[in-house]
Nanobody
Framework: QVQLIESGGGLVQAGGSLRLSCVAS????????MGWFRQTPGKEREFVAA????????FYRDSVTGRFTISRDNAKNTVYLQMNSLTSADTAVYYC?????????????????WGQGTQVTVSS
């Protein structure tokens, strides 16, 4: 059993930054690779960022590469998503998730645990 709770969302002006946090509970947290997804009403949930097999291997969708950074602090059971140079296209509900299958980390079907989401709104 893993519980994920996101925080850090809010309203920010275009060009600004936010850092999202995802606090996890569960003894298996350190062994579960994590990812971030986002969704806008009426659109499919899309991959944002994820760890590979270790914290040194990271994946990002093309539109956030160079602007977003995923990181992890296992001592705090927390995963972060640092978001810089935000644009209105980044407006969405952001979800963190824990992966339980050794498959493509960009595929949401490989994630078994999900947070409830945190809203990010970028004004222009």
């Amino acid at each position: 059993q893993v519980q994920l709770i996101e925080s850090g969302g809010g309203l920010v002006q275009a060009g600004g930054s936010l850092r999202l946090s995802c606090v996890a509970s569960g003894r298996t947290f350190n062994s579960l690779p994590m990812g971030w997804f986002r969704q806008t009403p009426g659109k499919e949930r899309e991959f944002v960022a994820a760890f590979g097999w270790n914290d040194g291997i990271k994946f990002y969708r093309d539109s956030v590469t160079g602007r977003f950074t995923i990181s992890r602090d296992n001592a705090k059971n927390t995963v972060y998503l640092q978001m810089n140079s935000l644009t209105s296209a980044d407006t969405a509900v952001y979800y963190c998730a824990a992966r339980t299958a050794a498959n493509d980390p960009r595929d949401e079907g490989t994630y078994a645990y999900w947070g409830q989401g945190t809203q990010v709104t970028v004004s222009s």
